[in-house]
């Protein structure tokens, strides 16, 4: 294995009825304010707002909310919930939501403690924090980004048209409670969504040097069997706890650094649909579904030994009668099976791209990141844009 320093500082509590249990000791000694953050509103038709907003109240905590936090945060939204934040002198920022949320609730941790341009300062080139952010608290109610357990945090800069995301361990919520419980009430296509989005990122690593045999990969093909098998039994019965909390802890693993650690990592996928979304503001589980199948397509061939493990490991083909790079195509193409199975779109026109959307200004903005099988180009890019609508 490569070498790898390896921090991880958020303290998770998970389990059925952990914020009942938890959330009032874990307030403590941040001050009377609390900045409740969260979406648009579905946590207050499903009980988990009432739920917070009592034991906050019992615990003698003034609540200043920030809602609509939307899907696909913006930088101008993380200024006005930095400047929310100061105005009332919060103590802790408690996200209660999905990825969005608590990306967005890290930015403005940043945010609410720096002076200067935070997007030229951090996210449009990687920083120095050499300051304490404002401790910020999670509850996790959509399984998928993993965002509880890192500092990553991806904005969408409406103005330039950029969506990026960076990742400061100093930006790790202090705590994160996760109840799959909480996960029930969200809606099923959301559900998938967050799920192959929770695929998506242990791919991400796994499809990366190194290729011999390491603990990572080991770990990540246990990570992605899982993810299969509970994304089927959760279609089927969308409140069986089993499923659901393996889902949720699957998203955690996937995202906590762990299958990180000495890995390559290749998120050039993940960098295609964030100027998709930058552009179109399309779902990002939905986009990062359509692009892997032809995205592996274009690669599996460099990669030929991983994707065949792939094929053998995670779906269980057989090798007989293959030859390696059939195998790695095999494997490839179950994976585009299974999204079809789970029900979700195969085409960008499915997402609502039609062709008044410039492809070409897309692929072009699209960052060239290290650690694929296959240098990508913005023409290659452009290419697998084509193929997907």
């Known amino acids: 294995m490569n070498n790898f320093i390896f921090e991880n500082a958020t303290k998770v509590f998970f389990g059925k009825g952990c914020v009942k249990e938890y959330l009032a000791c874990l307030t403590e000694g941040y001050g009377n304010v609390v900045m409740l953050a969260y979406g648009g509103g579905s946590i207050k038709k499903n009980g988990v707002y009432e739920e917070v907003t009592k034991i906050l109240k019992a615990a003698g905590k003034t609540i200043v909310e920030f809602p609509d ?16 934040a100061r105005e009332n ?36 080139k990687p920083g120095v924090i050499d300051f304490e952010p404002l401790p910020l608290g999670v509850i996790v109610t959509v399984a998928g980004t ?32 996760l109840d799959p419980v909480y996960t029930y009430s969200v809606p099923n296509k959301q559900m998938v969504s967050g799920s192959f989005d929770i695929l998506s990122h242990i791919m991400e690593i796994y499809f990366s040097a190194p290729d011999e045999n390491n603990v990572s990969d080991d770990i990540a093909e246990a990570l992605m069997r899982n993810v299969i098998r509970n994304l089927r039994i959760a279609i089927q019965n969308p409140e069986d706890y089993t499923a659901r909390s393996n889902l949720m802890w699957d998203a955690t693993m996937a995202e906590n650094r762990i299958i990180k650690l000495g890995k390559q990592t290749d998120f050039e996928c993940h960098q295609m649909e964030h100027q998709l979304g930058a552009y179109t503001d399309c779902n990002h589980g939905a986009g990062l579904a359509v692009l892997h199948p032809v995205y592996y397509r274009h690669i599996c061939e460099a990669g030929k030994t991983k994707f065949a493990r792939f094929a ?9 009668g293959k030859s390696q790079l059939e195998l790695a195509k095999a494997g490839v193409e179950a994976l585009a099976d299974f999204i079809k199975e789970i029900g979700l779109p195969t ?16 692929a072009k903005s699209c960052n060239i990141v290290p650690g694929s099988y296959k240098k990508m180009t913005h023409e290659e890019i452009l290419e697998i844009f084509k193929e997907c609508f």
């Open 312 to 320: 053998t490991e995670v779906w269980g083909i057989t090798e007989t």
């Open 89 to 124: 002198k919060a103590g802790l920022i408690l996200g209660v939501g999905g990825g969005s949320v608590m990306d967005c609730c890290k930015a403005i941790s940043l945010a609410a403690r720096y002076e200067g341009d935070v997007w030229n300062e951090f996210w449009t």
């Open 69 to 84: 936090i939307m899907a696909n945060p913006t930088y101008e939204k993380v200024l006005d919930g930095a400047r929310l």
């Open 146 to 177: 993993g965002s509880e357990c890192n500092g990553g945090a991806v904005i969408t800069n409406e103005i330039l048209k950029t969506k990026t995301g960076r990742d400061y361990p100093k930006c790790n919520p202090k705590f994160a409670l």
């Open 347 to 362: 085409t960008l026109r499915e997402l609502g791209v039609d062709e008044s959307t410039d492809l070409k200004v897309i």
